[in-house]
């Protein structure tokens, strides 16, 4: 994804215009959650293999966070190359209306969070 799709010029402006991005292995999420972090147990909590981009939005009533939408590489990225790993016991999906992985991604920030 990082060769691809986050190397982007047009993905790269639109996530530092927009978003304050940041990246956290799942397992140091778990620990995290085990030891009573709220954000941590909130990402472990809604993380599906193999990666997700988490889209969060402050809460005003506490000091969780309020998960506004989410992107899977697996099920949102159909046609990804064959060498990324699938889910245990899933096959890669082909995309079939040819949307590319930055439309995809483009579209969902609009959808969610206006252009």
Same mark, same amino acid.
Request: charged letters at 25%.
């Given at each position: 994804?990082? +060769?691809? /799709? /986050? *190397?982007?010029? #047009?993905?790269?402006?639109? /996530?530092?215009?927009?978003?304050?991005?940041?990246?956290?292995?799942?397992?140091?999420?778990?620990?995290? +959650? #085990?030891?009573?972090?709220?954000? +941590?147990?909130?990402?472990?909590?809604?993380?599906?293999?193999?990666? #997700?981009?988490?889209?969060?939005?402050?809460?005003?009533?506490?000091?969780?966070?309020?998960?506004? *939408?989410?992107?899977?590489?697996?099920?949102?990225?159909?046609?990804?190359?064959?060498?990324?790993?699938?889910?245990?016991?899933?096959?890669?999906?082909?995309? #079939?209306?040819?949307?590319?992985?930055?439309?995809?991604?483009?579209?969902? /920030? +609009?959808?969610?969070?206006?252009?």
């Amino acid at each position: 994804m990082r +060769a691809g /799709l /986050l *190397s982007d010029p #047009e993905v790269i402006s639109r /996530l530092n215009k927009d978003f304050v991005c940041t990246s956290v292995i799942i397992d140091d999420a778990q620990k995290q +959650a #085990e030891s009573g972090d709220a954000l +941590a147990k909130q990402l472990a909590d809604q993380w599906e293999y193999p990666v #997700e981009m988490m889209f969060l939005s402050p809460s005003a009533s506490s000091n969780a966070c309020t998960l506004v *939408s989410k992107l899977n590489s697996y099920k949102d990225f159909p046609g990804v190359h064959r060498d990324v790993v699938a889910p245990p016991k899933k096959q890669h999906v082909d995309r #079939e209306d040819g949307s590319s992985h930055r439309d995809i991604f483009l579209k969902h /920030l +609009a959808r969610h969070f206006g252009t």
